[in-house]
């Protein structure tokens, strides 16, 4: 089964376009990577993708649903979400409670309960924190849960921000860049959480430079260039595409 | 310091100097030696309640608002309209004012509320205008720039004009006030709400509807802003434009910013401030506002927190060296006692 189903899709932005008549699948359950040099078009399809751009043209569906028209919040609630490039942070608050406000979709939020501090209310917050503190521990940052996201290390930044997307309980999540900055043991734990999400029944679109990373995870390769799709397949066939050693290393 | 350990959400949470702070208001009248200081609390708590929304809606959702003395000013006309003109029993009336202007502000702040930071100042700017143009001008209705007389509250037909119940009914109104918005903010819902002020990518992210949330919020400020301001004219007995003026609005936004955005604490100490601390600067006669200018630009470069932040660093400092007095202690007794058994 298709997790997602993009056809022909394009965003231009004035004269340049930045993702042009792409079609791309991916399966459920499955991890895809999305590769492509500088300026491929990349983060701009995960944009389009996830809600912040409307794509000019062309057609999203999401487990059979079509996305075009859903504004950004609302793909999320359909358990399409992502991160993204730069680390995308609540400042003030630490680490366990941006995490929390990932559980934002699977708590009461109406007002007049949260207002008087109904039973619901006072019920959830203490399991919900258990529930952040879980997955915390579950990726390996639990240590650092009291702490302010400006005190600790960048892993654990970009380990904090999957968890926080995971309370979301997502079907499908969207990693833009996902190791890009980490040492080699971050990288190591990033590659494992993502494994492990795949075995979980989620699917994952990856975009990422490191290719050593994208060789041993992803199981299809997308490669993207001048927001055209370049090639696809297996990391084996992309390995040896003669389209894409060109498009990385000139020929 | 210690107080970066914890999130924004713990450290203001107000709930563990809540009661300190309710027994503090109860007794303050022991203080008060005539009507004046009463009356000055009186106003001052009902001007924190409305304060207190504002707070809420700027401190902590980032959405900055001019107008909320308009609304302020509108809700105390609307009671004094509908009990004076209509002779509407008054408890009705602040019922019906707080609802319409809850409604009136959703129909016009719902298409302005997609603006951001500066655009959305101006915009709510203009509204206040508006509304305080409407009001200075439909003489017929709101007397005009003189203002009107508002009848006493009274409750089946018994006026209540005694301080007690004044002070204490403002005191009550604030208390529940709080503990709602504390509530409020320490649920999921106010972590959302903190979220779009920090970075409104997560909270879209994240399924988190910014809209509807930053309207709910300005809905709740303004409902406290309008139920205090009727209470407000039921208990001055007259309210004249110049309740709903800019200047009114500015007043409730400085209470906010000068007591401590992001702290409900902060709220009471800001509407204590303004309302109170001129009178102590009468003194001075004309450089009254001079006076008061500077205080407020002195607290503004030292504190841009607020007063509440000095007040934290104050506590803060203290609770420190007391607890590494108690420390030092505890380590002369553990090294005495590692000692007595090194004997």
Same mark, same amino acid.
């Given at each position: 089964?298709?997790?997602?189903?993009?056809?022909?899709?394009?965003?231009?932005?004035?004269?340049?376009?930045?993702?042009?008549?792409?079609?791309?699948?991916?399966?459920?359950?499955?991890?895809?990577? @999305?590769?492509?040099?500088?300026?491929?078009?990349?983060?701009? $399809?995960? %944009?389009? +993708? =996830?809600?912040?751009? #409307?794509?000019?043209?062309?057609?999203?569906?999401?487990?059979?649903?079509?996305?075009?028209?859903?504004?950004?919040?609302?793909?999320?609630?359909?358990?399409?979400?992502?991160?993204?490039?730069?680390?995308?942070?609540?400042?003030?608050?630490?680490? @366990?409670?941006?995490?929390?406000?990932?559980?934002?979709?699977? $708590?009461? %939020?109406? +007002? =007049?309960?949260?207002? #008087?501090?109904?039973?619901?209310?006072?019920?959830?917050?203490?399991?919900?924190?258990?529930?952040?503190?879980?997955?915390?521990?579950?990726?390996?940052?639990?240590?650092?849960?009291?702490?302010?996201?400006?005190?600790?290390?960048?892993?654990?930044?970009?380990?904090?921000?999957?968890?926080?997307?995971?309370?979301?309980?997502?079907?499908? +999540?969207?990693?833009?860049?996902?190791?890009?900055?980490?040492?080699?043991?971050?990288?190591?734990?990033?590659?494992?959480?993502?494994?492990?999400?795949?075995?979980?029944?989620?699917?994952?679109?990856?975009?990422?430079?490191?290719?050593?990373?994208?060789?041993?995870?992803?199981?299809?390769?997308?490669?993207?260039?001048?927001?055209?799709?370049?090639?696809?397949?297996?990391?084996?066939?992309?390995?040896?595409?003669?389209?894409?050693?060109?498009?990385?290393?000139?020929? | 310091?210690?107080?970066?350990?914890?999130?924004?959400?713990?450290?203001?949470?107000?709930?563990?100097?809540?009661?300190?702070?309710?027994?503090?208001?109860?007794?303050?009248?022991?203080?008060?030696?005539?009507?004046?200081?009463?009356?000055?609390?009186?106003?001052?708590?009902?001007?924190?309640?409305?304060?207190?929304?504002?707070?809420?809606?700027?401190?902590?959702?980032?959405?900055?608002?001019?107008?909320?003395?308009?609304?302020?000013?509108?809700?105390?006309?609307?009671?004094?309209?509908?009990?004076?003109?209509?002779?509407?029993?008054?408890?009705?009336?602040?019922?019906?004012?707080?609802?319409?202007?809850?409604?009136?502000?959703?129909?016009?702040?719902?298409?302005?509320?997609?603006?951001?930071?500066?655009?959305?100042?101006?915009?709510?700017?203009?509204?206040?205008?508006?509304?305080?143009?409407?009001?200075?001008?439909?003489?017929?209705?709101?007397?005009?720039?003189?203002?009107?007389?508002?009848?006493?509250?009274?409750?089946?037909?018994?006026?209540?004009?005694?301080?007690?119940?004044?002070?204490?009914?403002?005191?009550?109104?604030?208390?529940?006030?709080?503990?709602?918005?504390?509530?409020?903010?320490?649920?999921?819902?106010?972590?959302?709400?903190?979220?779009?002020?920090?970075?409104?990518?997560?909270?879209?992210?994240?399924?988190?509807?910014?809209?509807?949330?930053?309207?709910?919020?300005?809905?709740?400020?303004?409902?406290?802003?309008?139920?205090?301001?009727?209470?407000?004219?039921?208990?001055?007995?007259?309210?004249?434009?110049?309740?709903?003026?800019?200047?009114?609005?500015?007043?409730?936004?400085?209470?906010?910013?000068?007591?401590?955005?992001?702290?409900?604490?902060?709220?009471?100490?800001?509407?204590?401030?303004?309302?109170?601390?001129?009178?102590?600067?009468?003194?001075?006669?004309?450089?009254?506002?001079?006076?008061?200018?500077?205080?407020?630009?002195?607290?503004?470069?030292?504190?841009?927190?607020?007063?509440?932040?000095?007040?934290?660093?104050?506590?803060?400092?203290?609770?420190?060296?007391?607890?590494?007095?108690?420390?030092?202690?505890?380590?002369?007794?553990?090294?005495?006692?590692?000692?007595?058994?090194?004997?």
């Amino acid at each position: 089964m298709d997790a997602l189903k993009v056809e022909n899709l394009s965003k231009h932005f004035g004269g340049l376009k930045a993702i042009h008549n792409f079609s791309m699948t991916v399966a459920a359950g499955s991890i895809h990577a @999305l590769i492509g040099p500088n300026g491929a078009g990349k983060t701009t $399809l995960v %944009n389009c +993708l =996830s809600g912040l751009f #409307f794509a000019d043209k062309g057609s999203i569906r999401f487990y059979n649903q079509s996305l075009e028209s859903l504004a950004f919040y609302q793909r999320a609630r359909l358990g399409l979400v992502r991160t993204f490039q730069n680390l995308e942070l609540c400042q003030h608050l630490n680490i @366990l409670e941006n995490v929390l406000l990932g559980f934002y979709l699977s $708590l009461e %939020n109406s +007002l =007049s309960a949260s207002l #008087f501090f109904s039973s619901k209310i006072a019920q959830q917050e203490p399991r919900v924190k258990q529930e952040a503190l879980a997955l915390l521990a579950e990726l390996g940052i639990a240590d650092y849960a009291k702490q302010l996201v400006t005190e600790v290390p960048y892993g654990v930044l970009k380990k904090m921000e999957i968890a926080r997307i995971l309370a979301a309980s997502p079907k499908m +999540l969207l990693l833009d860049e996902p190791v890009a900055g980490l040492n080699h043991k971050e990288t190591d734990d990033i590659m494992a959480i993502i494994e492990n999400l795949a075995m979980k029944g989620k699917a994952v679109l990856f975009i990422e430079h490191d290719m050593k990373c994208v060789m041993r995870l992803a199981q299809k390769i997308t490669v993207m260039n001048f927001g055209e799709k370049l090639a696809e397949g297996s990391p084996q066939d992309i390995r040896q595409n003669d389209k894409v050693i060109a498009a990385y290393f000139g020929k | 310091m210690n107080k970066n350990r914890l999130g924004l959400l713990q450290r203001f949470n107000i709930k563990r100097h809540f009661l300190f702070f309710a027994i503090f208001l109860l007794a303050l009248p022991v203080v008060f030696q005539n009507n004046f200081h009463f009356d000055l609390a009186t106003i001052w708590l009902l001007s924190a309640t409305a304060c207190l929304g504002l707070n809420v809606l700027v401190g902590y959702a980032g959405q900055i608002s001019l107008a909320h003395g308009a609304f302020w000013g509108l809700g105390g006309y609307t009671s004094a309209i509908l009990a004076t003109r209509y002779n509407l029993p008054p408890l009705l009336c602040i019922v019906l004012s707080t609802f319409f202007v809850c409604v009136l502000s959703y129909v016009i702040t719902r298409p302005i509320l997609k603006l951001r930071g500066h655009y959305l100042a101006l915009a709510t700017l203009a509204i206040g205008i508006i509304i305080y143009l409407v009001l200075r001008n439909e003489s017929d209705f709101t007397g005009g720039p003189d203002g009107m007389k508002v009848v006493a509250l009274s409750v089946l037909g018994r006026p209540l004009k005694n301080v007690f119940f004044w002070y204490y009914l403002a005191t009550s109104i604030l208390l529940l006030c709080m503990w709602m918005a504390n509530n409020l903010l320490a649920s999921s819902f106010g972590r959302a709400l903190m979220s779009i002020n920090e970075n409104e990518f997560v909270s879209f992210s994240l399924g988190i509807n910014s809209e509807t949330m930053k309207a709910f919020v300005f809905q709740f400020s303004v409902f406290l802003a309008a139920f205090s301001g009727s209470l407000y004219a039921f208990y001055a007995g007259f309210i004249s434009p110049s309740d709903a003026s800019f200047l009114s609005s500015l007043e409730f936004l400085i209470m906010a910013v000068l007591g401590g955005l992001g702290s409900l604490y902060g709220s009471v100490l800001g509407a204590a401030f303004v309302i109170i601390l001129p009178q102590f600067l009468l003194f001075f006669n004309e450089y009254k506002s001079l006076l008061l200018g500077l205080i407020i630009v002195l607290v503004m470069m030292f504190a841009p927190g607020g007063m509440v932040s000095i007040i934290e660093i104050l506590f803060f400092s203290l609770y420190n060296k007391i607890k590494s007095k108690a420390d030092t202690g505890a380590d002369a007794k553990a090294k005495k006692k590692h000692g007595n058994k090194n004997l």
